[in-house]
């Protein structure tokens, strides 16, 4: 089995070069409540990717842990370049225990969509909001299960 956490950066400043907005107080509040649910539930072994962009760098600073930018996961990517950077199901994941992925909408969605559809559809993932999805094969079949859905107003403090 092997996870992937999809966390969509949390609530920035609206306006500015979409690489150089930082996060807003509120988005300060939102990262360090998820990132403390995150170190508490999240399997051990976790690898954390990162878009460039600065709110999402800091979303991910929030963790106080090791992270990798990667430019496929920046603002105008694709569902496909977040499972391919990701590795997930076969790659990666199954090697670093888990994958974590901090990106942007509409990707996220179309990726969450896509695990539990079959389809890519635009669903909305709320900024500061964390998916947890699990990979298993049972019976020669490969099954993609959500353990979670958790928003960062839910367990901030």
Same mark, same amino acid.
């Given at each position: 089995? &092997?996870?992937?956490?999809?966390?969509?950066?949390?609530?920035?400043?609206?306006? +500015?070069?979409?690489?150089?907005?930082?996060? $807003?107080?509120?988005? *300060?509040?939102?990262?360090?409540?998820?990132?403390?649910? @995150?170190?508490?539930?999240?399997?051990?072994?976790?690898? @954390? !990717?990162?878009?460039?962009?600065?709110?999402?760098?800091?979303?991910?600073?929030?963790?106080?842990?090791?992270?990798? @930018?990667? $430019?496929?996961?920046?603002?105008?990517?694709?569902?496909?370049?977040?499972?391919?950077?990701?590795?997930?199901?076969?790659?990666? %994941?199954?090697?670093? %225990?888990?994958? !974590?992925?901090?990106?942007?909408?509409?990707?996220?969605?179309?990726?969450?969509?896509?695990?539990?559809?079959?389809?890519? *559809? /635009?669903? &909305?993932?709320?900024?500061?909001?964390?998916?947890?999805?699990?990979?298993?094969?049972?019976?020669?079949?490969?099954?993609?299960?959500?353990? /979670?859905? @958790?928003? /960062?107003?839910?367990? +901030?403090?």
């Amino acid at each position: 089995m &092997s996870d992937l956490l999809l966390w969509r950066h949390a609530d920035e400043v609206e306006q +500015g070069d979409e690489f150089r907005r930082a996060l $807003t107080f509120r988005g *300060e509040k939102q990262a360090k409540s998820m990132a403390k649910w @995150i170190r508490q539930e999240a399997p051990k072994h976790l690898r @954390i !990717l990162v878009s460039p962009a600065l709110y999402a760098r800091q979303t991910a600073k929030a963790l106080d842990l090791p992270f990798e @930018i990667k $430019t496929q996961l920046g603002p105008k990517t694709k569902a496909s370049d977040l499972l391919a950077v990701a590795g997930w199901p076969d790659g990666m %994941g199954k090697r670093h %225990g888990a994958i !974590l992925l901090i990106g942007h909408q509409p990707a996220l969605g179309h990726l969450a969509a896509l695990l539990l559809s079959g389809s890519e *559809e /635009a669903w &909305s993932i709320k900024k500061g909001c964390l998916w947890w999805f699990s990979n298993r094969v049972r019976e020669s079949e490969t099954q993609t299960i959500l353990r /979670a859905v @958790i928003s /960062a107003d839910l367990v +901030g403090e």
